[in-house]
């Protein structure tokens, strides 16, 4: 196989008038406001932040300039932007779309697997963008996995339930990161593709310019030891909170310990001023009964699309 270093520089067939680069450091902000305006168009509201884009582009192994593309206007201006490693992500602004861009960058990002090595591509549709749901299918994509964005509405503040025996629940503190880790790999590993690094993990929650710690909670047993997380952000764009993960250990479940820190999460919210919380979760975890019972409800679904290379 050739070395992901020594691949030639890709270039999608784009329209006339367009142009791609890959993306730098330098180009977050821009490559977020492109997403937010998808999701605006989509949804109605803004759902990403920043620190989300950051920690895709630092994928361990994901090489920039060779696993990216910025695509521009004559202009300048960022029309569409997409990246693969392992898995892949292609957004076009609303205002450049029915022009071919997105199945230019499907067709690079394939490209790139195929190249790369990898034996599949996989992307992530909201299943109300039914122009790239009907794209994706046209190129042979099939469903894999069902995700679902949920949401907790406090127009009053959250009842939270009793604790079980030797269970206590406080906010996040510094020195709680490795243990939270490890907690986390330990219980996803029943459904994740790979365990995550403490750095790679980071990226995502604690190092997170988002990262809420008073709003992330963690129950602990009677010798202090960590059973279970529940670690939020305070999603600038949205004004509302956002829990990035829940787990507990396994021996440990079925005591009401995660409907227990997420109604302590939900409240340490609404203490803040924020009226709704969300979370995701797909079909693979089996977690969407609890989140359910709890008191959510499903704002929107996606599909994740898988095309074997």
């Known amino acids: 196989m050739v070395s992901r270093t020594e691949l030639p520089d890709l270039v999608p067939g784009l329209p006339p008038g367009y142009r791609s680069r890959s993306v730098t450091a330098e180009d977050t902000a821009d490559v977020h406001r492109l997403v937010a305006a998808c999701e605006r168009e989509l949804f109605g509201r803004a759902q990403t932040d920043a620190g989300r884009i950051a920690a895709d582009f630092a994928r361990p192994g994901l090489v920039p300039e060779l696993d990216t593309r910025l695509v521009t206007d004559r202009a300048g201006r960022v029309a569409a932007r997409a990246w693969v490693h ?20 499907v067709t ?31 190129r042979a994509y099939e469903s894999m996995v069902t995700e679902w ?37 330990d219980a996803f590993d029943e459904w994740q593709e790979r365990r995550q690094s403490y750095q790679e993990w980071a990226r995502h929650t604690v190092d997170r310019p988002a990262f809420a710690p008073a ?61 709704t919380c969300t979370l995701a979760t797909h079909s693979e975890t089996g977690a969407l009964n609890l989140y359910l019972r709890v008191g959510m409800t499903v704002r929107h679904s996606s599909t994740v699309f898988r095309k074997d290379l």
């Open 149 to 185: 964005l949920l949401e907790f509405r406090m127009p009053a503040r959250p009842a939270v339930p009793d604790p079980p025996a030797g269970i206590t629940v406080r906010p996040f503190r510094p020195g709680d990161e490795h243990d939270a880790h490890q907690l986390v790999q």
């Open 215 to 275: 709003m992330s909670m963690v129950a602990t047993s009677a010798g202090g030891r960590l059973v279970g997380v529940a670690l939020s952000l305070a999603l600038p764009e949205t004004g509302e909170g956002y829990v990035e993960q829940v787990a507990v250990r396994h021996d440990q479940r079925g005591q009401g310990i995660a409907r227990l820190l997420l109604r302590s999460t939900f409240r340490a919210f609404h203490q803040r001023g924020r009226r």
């Open 108 to 138: 690079w990002a394939e490209t790139r697997a195929r190249q790369t090595g990898s034996p599949r591509v996989v992307q992530t549709v909201p299943d109300g963008d039914t122009n790239a749901v009907a794209l994706l299918r046209s």
């Open 86 to 105: 392992r898995r892949c992500e292609v957004d076009v602004h609303p205002d450049h779309r029915g022009r071919g861009l997105g199945s230019a960058l």
